[in-house]
């Protein structure tokens, strides 16, 4: 379904997450958890991917306060005068640790203290902990470091106090809408289950065939007994994305009958999201699995056509495209089916009062200038029937196809992609693109010179370099691909996303002519 090209904030966590979480963290007198004592606590509680509250309380250590950690975390004793014992909070903080899962940075430390804390006091507390440091791992592999600092720097979060627990707790949080943004609600939850347990396998599955598997990107295949090919997926971590096939499965027919039959598992590493993502989608059009279905190709796409009527009011129709030809730039969106093009049509009417008639969504006689059913139910400004100016409706219908307009492809001629594993230098891939379309991986930079291409001196994301491209009958035919373009889109005009996937651009330009001569 298309919503969005663009990636934006999650306004509330993936339903990847545990149902119900405590984002907790503890500052200390040190970093011994059977000597050292809890000084404060700052938990946010999460239900259903909300944030439903914040809980912060200073805690007397009956203990000394090091310099040390006075200068790191800013807390001194005076801030600590009339504050509770442990056991003043103890049934509190019970009260929101029980039935949900805790997560904390660098889970084991956390926990070894309130585990302790709640030791001298009798108490038995006993839970399996998530890790945001073996999440970040997991999901953000070509990343080095995943202390919370380096998070923060990472994601451009904001914080007032760092080492304070409540503010730390906070950034967990903003941590994890980050990764909801990016990632799918199947691999937060591969991700976050692979560390509380490990899912059953499905009967005819090996445990070999799962410890096989790599933690780094990639596209993997399933096959059956008899070597048919059910299913090609990819993750930026290709072992826990297969587990989480397995976690949820009971909950849709469809994936337990292929858990039944899957048998083997196979896999192509990538050096990033980006040449999985790439992989996927031409696998699955090439080999067709028993499974898939969202990203099979498809003949024939659908725009919208605007034109302004005798009134000056603008018009919408929903006309189909020929992915065989070129696709008219002046038209707005790209959606596989009319339905899919006529239910975002009816989003955007709701969205922006849109009316119905103009928009093609009711039946009526262009002449006719009665209201329509929508202005009735004062969901339409009146643009149907004069009741609002053409300047300022078509001002309100440009806004809500903004978001949908084609992108202008940025280069005068083809470029080359090239990515690497910033974890492996020598596993790289090279992608020759040209106008949103994918024409070629190449083994080498060398392989340009037979299509009459080379690169320009300077790597570049931004600027527009090179000449028009000589033409190459074997690449002519590469039609437009809408799967391709959507990753393409995602990837090109986001520096971010290019910097976290050690992507470069190279700008190519056409060889000159006495010099190709020569070449052949």
Known sequence: MQLSWFDNDATQLSEGFPEKMVLLDCETTGGNATRNRIIEIGLLVIEEGKLIKRWQSFIDP??????????????????????????????????????RTLVAHNARFD????????????????????????FSRALFPQFNRHGLSHIIKRFDLTIENRHRAMDDAEMIYQFFLKSS??????????????????????????SSEIDKLPPSAGVYYFYDLKGVLLYVGKSVHIRNRVMSHFTQDHKNAKDLQMSAKIAHVDFHKTPSDFGAQILESNQIKALNPLYNR??????????????????????????????????????????????????????????????????????APTSNNKPCFRAQLNKCLGACHGGETPELYNQRINRALEGYQLQVWPYIGPILIEERNSED?????????????????????????????????????????GQSARSDDSLATINFDLDIYFILVRFLIDDKRMKMNNIRIWPLMEIASDHFDDLI
């Open 62 to 99: 009956q203990t000394a306060l090091p310099p040390f950690i006075q200068k790191i975390t800013g807390i001194n004793p005076g801030m600590l005068i009339g504050a509770p014992i442990f056991s003043d909070i103890a049934e509190e903080l019970l009260q929101y640790l029980d039935g």
């Open 111 to 134: 926990y070894g203290f309130i585990k302790n804390e709640f030791a001298r006091m009798d108490v038995k507390f006993s839970t399996k902990p998530l890790c945001s440091v073996k």
């Open 181 to 206: 943004a990016l990632f799918s609600s199947e691999e937060i939850a591969a991700t976050c289950k692979q560390q509380l347990k490990r899912s059953s396998l499905p009967m005819n599955l090996p």
């Open 294 to 363: 969202r990203l099979r190709r498809v003949k024939k796409m659908h725009q919208f056509h605007s034109y302004e009527d005798s009134l000056g009011y603008k018009r919408l129709t929903v006309e189909a495209v020929d992915i065989d030809s070129e696709i008219d730039e002046t038209n707005v969106g790209l959606f596989r089916s009319p339905r899919q093009a006529i239910k975002k049509l009816e989003s955007l009417a709701d969205q922006f009062s849109l009316c119905h008639k103009l928009l093609g969504l009711e039946a």
């Open 425 to 465: 230098p020598e596993q790289s891939a090279l992608h020759l693109i040209d106008n949103w379309r994918y024409m070629a991986q190449l083994n080498s930079p060398d392989e340009l010179f037979d299509l009459g291409l080379q690169t320009t001196n300077t790597p570049s994301s931004t600027e527009v370099l």
